[in-house]
């Protein structure tokens, strides 16, 4: 596609429920970033996909975080037992290999809300 | 491991004048050095980058940022500011070993008429 995607663009649910969001990076960028955008917290890194590399998840705050990416292309973060706290903007990146020099190109991101 | 400090949160400033949001860094290795906008209800954009080369750095809509090493720091100018320059601004590192960006906090820049 002509950019990143991210689905649903909303999203609520409540407390103690399992979410999925979905990332659909740019067609040929093989680097795929996962972000969180918390009111004053500026952008929390989660994980990072590249290639066929095992994934960087330092970022992801707890076990009950977690992503894939399938066949290098779409990925999806998954979050078990919601809670208050994970409420926020996700924002999914792709970059080619190489990434900042590239500079990222940035979905529109799902908005979070647990109730 | 890098970090970034962006000190200031909110920067208020009247349409016209010159301002300066603040960045700097830690890093134990070299460094590659961004700066990210998100307008209102936008995702966000590339403004300008450092890596290697000249230190001042230029962007789109008129914005440069000049890095020094010395004082490790990164800030972003613009002589002259317009309503439409309203948005938060992101600063962002990352080292010369790894694909990975660390964004600062966010500095929210408020034109005012």
């Known amino acids: 596609g002509a950019g990143v995607s991210q689905s649903p663009s909303n999203k609520v649910t409540e407390k103690g429920k399992d979410v999925e969001l979905r990332c659909d990076p740019i067609?040929?960028?093989?680097?795929l970033y996962w972000y969180r955008q918390s009111l004053g917290q500026g952008l929390e890194f989660l994980i990072y996909?590249?290639?066929?590399?095992?994934?960087?998840k330092s970022g992801l705050p707890s076990d009950r975080f977690s992503a894939e990416r399938t066949g290098g292309s779409v990925s999806t973060l998954t979050i078990q037992r919601t809670q208050q706290e994970d409420s926020a903007v996700y924002l999914c990146a792709s970059s080619l290999p190489g990434g900042p020099n590239y500079g990222y190109t940035f979905g529109s991101g799902t908005r979070l809300t647990v109730v | 491991a890098q970090s970034v400090t962006q000190l200031d949160s909110q920067v208020p400033v009247f349409e016209e004048a010159p301002v300066e949001l603040r960045c700097n860094y830690s890093?134990?290795?070299?460094?590659?050095l961004f700066w990210y906008v998100q307008y209102p209800n936008q995702g966000l954009q590339l403004l300008l980058k450092?890596?290697?080369?000249?230190?001042l750095v230029k962007g789109i809509n008129g914005f440069e940022a000049e890095f020094n090493k010395s004082q490790t720091s990164f800030h972003l100018r613009k002589p002259s500011v317009h309503i439409s320059d309203t948005a938060e601004y992101f600063c962002a590192v990352s080292g010369v070993d790894t694909d990975k960006l660390i964004f600062g906090t966010g500095t929210r820049l408020q034109v005012f008429p």
């Open positions: 890093s134990s290795v070299s460094v590659y």
């Open positions: 067609s040929g960028h093989t680097a």
């Open positions: 450092y890596l290697s080369g000249s230190t």
């Open positions: 996909f590249q290639g066929n590399s095992a994934p960087d």
